[in-house]
C-alpha cells in the first residue's frame, strides 16, 4: 500500500541518559526509537515514509562512564501532533515502564515551539503586573487546612497587609465543605483588595485550582470575576495540558504558579524519569506556568543545590520565544534563610515562605520583617 | 479562633512502606501525617478539632525488616472533598518528593468509596456487551504509527474480521494530520460495523483519546456518534480525574480502557511510588476504567510475575461496590504464549496482542488462529 502524507524534514531532539554499558546502552536508545514511536516490529514495516521520518533516530550515544551512556534521539515534529500531551508521549510514555532511561533535556525547533504560547506573564510580566522591579518576590501560603473560610480570608488580609507579593492557597485546598472554593475564591480575593487598598500595592490571591478537571474553566472564571489575581495548578494531579488550558485561556489571562504535588517520583531515581532541569523548567514554561515551585536544598525535601541550580538554568535559558520563568524555592523554606536564598537564586525568584510567617510574633510583623530583610539582601 | 465544622469521623487507611530503621521510618510516618494534610507545624495549631481530624493518625507501624517498616496511616474522608484527584494529592502528592516511602493499598470507607461510581462495565458488563462468556477477550491494537486513516481502517477491518473482540489505536495515536482524529475515528468504526455484518460478532473499536484536554468531551461524542466502541485513555498523560469524567459520563456509556504511557516512573522503584496493586488496580477502578493495560512478564518491559499477580488482585478484589474489572498483560505479548498466558491469568482478562499479530500470514489468517488457540486453551 502506498502512503502520500508529506513530512516537513523538521525533527526535534531528545537526551536521554541510559545506564548501562555500551551494548545495553545501544539497544536501550534503539528501543527507544521505535516504542517511543510505532511501537511495532521494524523490519515488519514495508512504507518508506514511516521507516524515514516516523521511527525515532539515533543521532549519537556518548560514553559518560562504564556504566552511564547519553544518547541523543531525534523525532519527526509530526509524530507530536503538536500538542503537549503527545509531546510528552513521545519523549518518555512506554519508556517510563523501562529502566535505567531519563530524559535530559529537548531540543525543539521553531515550528514546534511555536505550538506552545507559553508563559503569559514570565519573569517580566510578573514584576509588571505586582510593580516590582528590584527584588525577589514575596508569596505565603494558606495554611493549615482545616480553617474556615473566615479564617483563612483574616490570615490573607494581613500576609497583604504585611507585604506579601502573591498570597497561595495551599496545594491541598480544594473544594472540601470546611472551606468551599467559591466561598474562599470570594472572601480571600475581598480580603487582599482591602489591603491593598490600605497598602497602596497589587498583592495578588491565587486559588488552587481542585477538580474536577472538566469544570477548571467554570472554576476559574469564577475566581476571576470575584477577584483572584491568579491560579495555583498541580500538573502533576491535574495533567500538564490542563495547566497549558488554563495559561492559554485568553478571558482568563491569568499568572500561574505551578506546584510540584505527584511530580516526584519522576525525579526520585538518579537513573530514570526527568531530569529538574526539564521537570521544573522546560516542561511547566512550555505548558505556560508562569512561576514554578519546587523543594529547595534544606528544608523538608531533597533537592540537592546542583538540582536547584538545573532548575534555575531550566527556567531562564533560551527557549525560543517563550519568556524565562521565575524559581519559587519552597518546601520548609524559613525567614532567616532569606539571605542565603537570594545569594543563591539572585533576585529573579519568588521566595515563598509558609507556616514559619506564623511563628512568634503578630502575621503582620512577621511578614513585614521578611520584606525588610528581602529588602536589605536583594541584589 | 473558634471553628465550627462538624466531622463525621469517618476515616480511610493508607498502608506505606516506609525504607529505614524504626527511628527513621517513625519520623517519615508522623511526617506523612503532617504533610499530607496541614503541611504546617503541629506546633503552631490551635483548633482542637483540626488536632483530631484533619491531621493524619499513625495508626500502627509495623517492622517488616531491619531496613523496611509499615505504616499505616488514617485520614478523616473530608480531606479529600470527595474527589479523586484531591484524594490522590492526600495519598502521595508531597510525599511523592520524598525518598523511601511507597503506598501499598487503601481501605476506604463506604462514605468515600460511594463518591466513584466506578467502572460502569467491569469484567461481567464486558462480558455481556461483547456476547463472550466462556474465555479470555481478543483485543489488538493498531499499528503502526504513521499509516494512513485508509491503511489503519483496513487493518481493523481485517482485526474484526479475524475475531478480534476489542480494536483500539495505539497509544500514541492523537491528532497527528497523517491520520486526523475524526477521519480516523469514523473510518474505523465503519470498518468494524462492516466485519461485524459478516461475521455475527460485537467487536468493537475504541479510538484513544488525544488532547487537549478540554476537548475529549467533544472528541468523545463524536466518537460516540460515529459508530466507536469505547475509549483507549492514558491517565498519566491525561490525569486520573480525566478517565473519570469520560467514564462516568451518562452520554457516552463507553467501556474505558487504561494505557499504561507516562505511569512507569511510580512503580520504577521497589521503595518508593505506589505499589502495582494500587496503581494497576484500585485506583483505575477508582476513576472507573473496565480494563487495565500492563506490561507483562516476559515481554518487553520489566513486570515481574509476582507484580503481574498484585495485579491480577488489584483488579479483583473486593472494594465496596466497584466491580471488578480486566487485567489486560500486554507489552511485546505473541499468539505463542497464548497458552502460558490463560494459564497464568486464567478467563478473565483481555488477551491484548499488537504487532505479532501481523507477522507471516494474513492478518485474518493470523487472528483466526489466536481465536482459535485461545478457545483451545480457555478453562
Redesign the interface.
Known sequence: ?S???SYSGDRFTVVYDITGNEAVAQTKAE?ICI???????AD??T?E??KR??IGQLKNLQKINEDLYQAEISFAV????F????L???L????????GIKVVSVNLPESLLKAFRGPRFGREGLRKLLNVSDRPLLCS?L??????TE?LA?IVYDYALGGIDIIKD???F?????SPFEERVAKCSEAVFKANQITGKKSIYLPNI?????D??EKAEYAKQNGAGGLLV?P????F??L??LADNDDLRFPIMSH??????????KN??FSHYFLYGTLPRLAGADMVVF?VFGG???FSVDECQEIINGCSDDLGQLSPVLPVPA?GMRVDRVPEMIDFFGNDMVLLI???L??GGTLVENCKRFLDLVRENSR
Open positions: 500500500m502512503h502520500h502524507y528501543g516504542e517511543q514511536t510505532i511501537e511495532f516490529p515488519l514495516v512504507s515514509e514511516i521520518h516516523v509530526e509524530v507530536t501532533g500538542e503537549i500531551i503527545q510528552l508521549n513521545v518518555f510514555g512506554n519508556t517510563s515502564i523501562q529502566t501560603a495554611k493549615p487546612m482545616g480553617l474556615s479564617e483574616n495551599d496545594h491541598g480544594a473544594n472540601q465543605s470546611f481542585p477538580g474536577p478537571t472538566m477548571i474553566f498541580s502533576g494531579l491535574l495533567g495540558d490542563v497549558r488550558a510540584p504535588a505527584m511530580l516526584g517520583s519522576f525525579t526520585s531515581s530514570h524519569g523543594p523538608r525535601f531533597s518546601g509558609g507556616g514559619n506564623q511563628r
